[in-house]
T-cell receptor, first 113, second 111 residues
């Protein structure tokens, strides 16, 4: 199993550009989520999904879109990048039922200039 | 949503036992308490999870008192490689899938 994979590892965008961060898991987990982590801070939940076709907002959803067309994939789309979106983005997944351990991807480091 | 409070940082020496306490006053009946470890430039990694009393695995113990308003992560005989940030969070087990990460406890293990 590859676990949770994220691409790209690094990305630099100009203000106003759009892009999609990819996340995939091969553990057949129903639950997936996206977090952002700013320097010296904890993780903040952006969006999450409890199954294919079902998504919901987390703490900081503005400026981001998600969709979940398959169990395996949960892409995060930045609509119009802003410098405030410079951060490290982590994707995570978990089974619906216990145990409630989340598996995290390696992260994508995004810089918006 | 139940938010957690932890010390910002702790220092310890190799070989010592480290206890990190977390408070979660608004924990709900169905919530589990979960601890994660994060190294620089990596995603958090699950350490241990519990509901009440004591849970032990190969790397840590988790102590939860009867009122469940706090919990203590215990790391026995820490080594330099345990230097990391440790997050305590409550896990929602019913319906929605939401976690609140606090700022965590930055543990530094000294030689």
């Amino acid at each position: 199993n590859a676990g949770v994979t994220q691409t790209p590892k690094f990305q630099v965008l100009k203000t106003g550009q759009s892009m999609t961060l990819q996340c995939a898991q091969d553990m057949n987990h129903e639950y997936m989520s996206w977090y952002r982590q700013d320097p010296g801070m904890g993780l903040r939940l952006i969006h999450y999904s409890v199954g294919a076709g079902i998504t919901d907002q987390g703490e900081v959803p503005n400026g981001y879109n998600v969709s979940r067309s398959t169990t395996e994939d949960f892409p995060l789309r930045l609509l119009s990048a802003a410098p405030s979106q410079t951060s490290v983005y982590f994707c995570a997944s978990r089974t619906r039922d216990g145990p409630y351990e989340q598996y995290f991807g390696p992260g994508t480091r995004l810089t918006v200039t | 949503l139940a938010k957690t409070t932890q010390p910002i940082s702790m220092d310890s020496y190799e070989g010592q036992e480290v206890n990190i306490t977390c408070s979660h006053n608004n924990i709900a009946t169905n919530d589990y308490i979960t601890w994660y470890q994060q190294f620089p430039s990596q995603g958090p990694r699950f350490i241990i999870q519990g509901y009440k009393t004591k849970v032990t695995n190969e790397v840590a113990s988790l102590f939860i008192p009867a009122d469940r308003k706090s919990s203590t992560l215990s790391l026995p005989r820490v080594s330099l490689s345990d230097t990391a940030v440790y997050y305590c969070l409550v896990a929602f087990t019913s319906g929605t899938y939401k976690y609140i990460f606090g700022t965590g406890t930055r543990l530094k293990v000294l030689a």
